[in-house]
C-alpha cells in the first residue's frame, strides 16, 4: 500500500514537474508551493495550525509561515472566485440558512461567505427564501463560469484537478467502480477538429443537464463530478521543443 502511494503521488507531481520545466515554476519555489499546498489541502478540512504543524511534522514557526503566506498569496484571490461556487454546489440538492452554509465552510471567514452569498444573488445564481430562517437555494445547477477572467479560469482547473484526484483515489485506493477515466488517442483532421466541442455542447451537454434536472427533487441523487478534455497529444513537450 505504501509503495502504490509512492507510485500514485509521483505520477501527479511528474504531471506538475512535466509542465512546470515549461512555464516554470524553478524548483525552489515549486518545493515553496508544495509545502503550501500540503498546508492548504489540510486547513481547508479544518484541522488547526498546530495539528497540521504535527501532521507535516514541521515546528509551529514554520506552520505560522505556511499559514501567512497562504493568506497573502492564494486566498483572497481563491475566495473571491471559488468560494461562490463552493457555495453554489452546497446548496444544489436542497436550500440551506447561512448558518449551515457556514458550519459546513469552517475554513472561512463569516464575512467571506455573506460576500459570496450576495456576489451569487447579483449574479441571478442563487435566490434568497424567505422564512423564519432565512434559506439560499441554487437557481441554475448547470449554469457556466459567469466570467472569462485568468482567475476563473484557474479556479475551474482547480476543480478539474480535484475531480481527477477523486478519480484517482476511489479507484487505486477503494475500488470504487463509480469512480471512471478513459483516455482516447485519435488523430483528427484539422476541418474536424470543431466536431470534438460539437460533440459535447450538443450532445454530452444536453444528456447531462437533462440527468441533472431529474435529480433535482431526489435528495438521494448521487453528486457526480464529470470533466471533459482534450488536447493534441504531447503538446507541452512540442512547446519545450520550441523553447529550446
Known sequence: QEELAERVAYAGLFAVARMATVIGPSLRSATRLLQT????????????????????????????????????????????????????????AEPLG????????????GEDVRAALDQLIAEGRVEAQPGRTPTYAALRPESRLPR??????????????????????????RGDARAFARTVSLRVRREDEAALRALYEDVLWPALAELDARARDDAGAAQINLSVVYAPREYVEGQHEEQS
Open 37 to 92: 499546498s500540503y498546508f492548504h489541502a489540510l486547513r481547508r478540512r479544518g484541522q488547526p495550525v498546530k495539528g497540521i504543524a504535527e501532521k507535516l511534522e514541521i515546528s509551529a514557526r514554520q506552520a505560522a509561515n505556511l499559514s501567512k503566506a497562504l493568506k497573502e498569496t492564494f486566498l483572497d484571490a481563491e475566495r473571491a472566485v471559488s468560494l461562490p461556487r463552493r457555495i453554489e454546489f452546497l446548496i444544489w
Open 98 to 109: 447561512e448558518g449551515r452554509i457556514r458550519q459546513a465552510l469552517g475554513d472561512v471567514p
Open 148 to 173: 472569462d477572467t485568468w482567475l476563473a479560469r484557474v479556479d475551474a482547473l482547480e476543480h478539474l484537478l480535484a475531480n481527477v484526484g477523486d478519480a484517482i483515489f476511489a479507484r487505486f485506493f
